[in-house]
């Protein structure tokens, strides 16, 4: 074999292992991105079913406080921790800065300007997104000293 053929057989050679390894990192990509996506569609596939449970926590909440009874706490509890295994938490609001993206302010009332003073309803995070946004009394004018 003349050396030119062996240049060009290496050449080949060296050629089909680059496209060889480039499709192996491109198959690797491939399962990697097919995991993430099925990870993300289990995440948010009880998104719908978690929105729908959000009124029943608040009644729930309501309910609690109002009635102090002990049994309808436990069960609220269990509620909330089943809420938080799923990737849900309490998006923090009272006492807070007004954050638009978080919440929504329904009312201006006497206190700290920007402060959130009551909440009306709670809002809450699905895996740090938005699952259902805080509405919220904000503070507009500073209360007067005497």
């Given at each position: 074999?003349?050396?030119?053929?062996?240049i060009?057989?290496?050449?080949?050679?060296?050629?089909?292992?680059?496209?060889?390894?480039?499709?192996?990192a491109?198959?690797?990509?491939?399962?990697?991105?097919?995991?993430?996506?099925k990870?993300?569609?289990?995440?948010?596939?009880?998104?719908?079913?978690?929105?729908?449970?959000?009124?029943?926590?608040?009644?729930?909440?309501?309910?609690e406080?109002?009635?102090?009874?002990?049994g309808?706490?436990?069960?609220?509890?269990?509620?909330?921790?089943?809420?938080?295994?799923?990737?849900?938490?309490e998006?923090?609001?009272?006492?807070?800065?007004?954050?638009?993206?978080?919440?929504?302010?329904?009312?201006?009332?006497?206190?700290?300007?920007?402060?959130?003073?009551?909440?009306?309803?709670?809002?809450?995070?699905?895996?740090?997104?938005?699952?259902?946004?805080?509405?919220?009394?904000?503070?507009?004018?500073?209360?007067?000293?005497?």
């Amino acid at each position: 074999m003349t050396s030119k053929k062996k240049i060009n057989l290496q050449e080949q050679l060296n050629d089909l292992e680059n496209k060889w390894k480039r499709a192996l990192a491109d198959y690797a990509n491939l399962e990697k991105r097919i995991d993430n996506e099925k990870q993300s569609f289990v995440k948010y596939s009880n998104l719908k079913l978690l929105e729908k449970l959000l009124p029943i926590l608040d009644d729930l909440e309501a309910a609690e406080n109002h009635l102090k009874d002990q049994g309808l706490k436990i069960i609220l509890n269990k509620l909330k921790e089943i809420l938080k295994s799923e990737g849900v938490e309490e998006i923090k609001t009272y006492g807070e800065e007004f954050n638009p993206e978080l919440m929504e302010a329904i009312e201006i009332i006497e206190g700290p300007k920007n402060k959130v003073m009551e909440v009306s309803r709670k809002g809450y995070l699905l895996e740090g997104k938005v699952l259902r946004i805080a509405k919220v009394k904000v503070g507009g004018t500073q209360l007067k000293e005497n």
